[in-house]
């Protein structure tokens, strides 16, 4: 084995590690005297600095602070692209940044999909919707309902589940067909 793909691996194992860190780091935040503990400390001082630029690019969202979801993907991206360049002995540099890429734009599809999927099992269960969460996610996923609102000109729990159907069949032509059939023609190369 080469000592550029030990050295990778060993990278892409620290990056799971400090993905760890700052899921814990997230989770403090349900017990917000943890924060003054000594391991809040420490993974206060690990987190923030990535966390703190993130948050200036993504605002909070309903109240929700995206940014280490965002962190977390970001960790996620780097450490695949690490291990598919070392399993691929680093021959084909493009391929692998083109299958991040479309993992990347895979997993935001799946994040719309189960975002307006909870949209509309919300609106079938009458759910209160001054309830935070459930204002959230409404507020999350008007975005992408208005426009097919106005497109279709229906209501909004209409216009959520067609804007469903919409991320499923995005979802699974993407996933499924279009990334699957352009990474094997990069490969090809």
């Known amino acids: ?34 924060y003054a503990t000594p391991v809040g400390h420490l ?19 309903g109240g929700l602070d995206f940014s280490p979801l965002l962190a977390l993907v970001l960790i996620y991206a780097l450490g695949s692209l690490l291990k598919n360049l070392a399993d691929n002995s680093f021959a084909n ?21 189960v975002l307006l999927l909870i949209r509309v099992l919300i609106s079938a269960l009458h759910v209160d919707p001054w309830h935070p969460f459930v204002y959230a996610i409404k507020r999350i996923t ?21 804007g469903l159907v919409i991320a499923v069949v995005v979802y699974i032509a993407l996933a499924q067909v279009l990334f699957p059939t352009l990474l094997s023609g990069l490969n090809r190369l």
């Open 43 to 61: 993974l206060e001082a690990l987190v923030m600095p990535v966390i703190r630029p993130l948050r200036r690019i993504l605002p909070s969202i």
């Open 142 to 162: 008007d975005g992408f309902i208005a426009p097919i609102q106005r497109a279709a000109k229906v209501q909004v729990e209409m216009a959520a589940v067609i």
């Open 1 to 34: 084995m080469h000592l550029a793909v030990i050295l990778v691996n060993d990278v892409a194992f620290l990056l799971d590690i400090y993905a760890l860190c700052i899921l814990a780091w997230a989770f403090m935040s349900f017990f917000p005297e943890a």
């Open 93 to 113: 540099p493009v391929s692998s940044i083109f299958q991040i890429i479309f993992e990347f734009i895979t997993a935001v599809v799946l994040v719309i999909l």
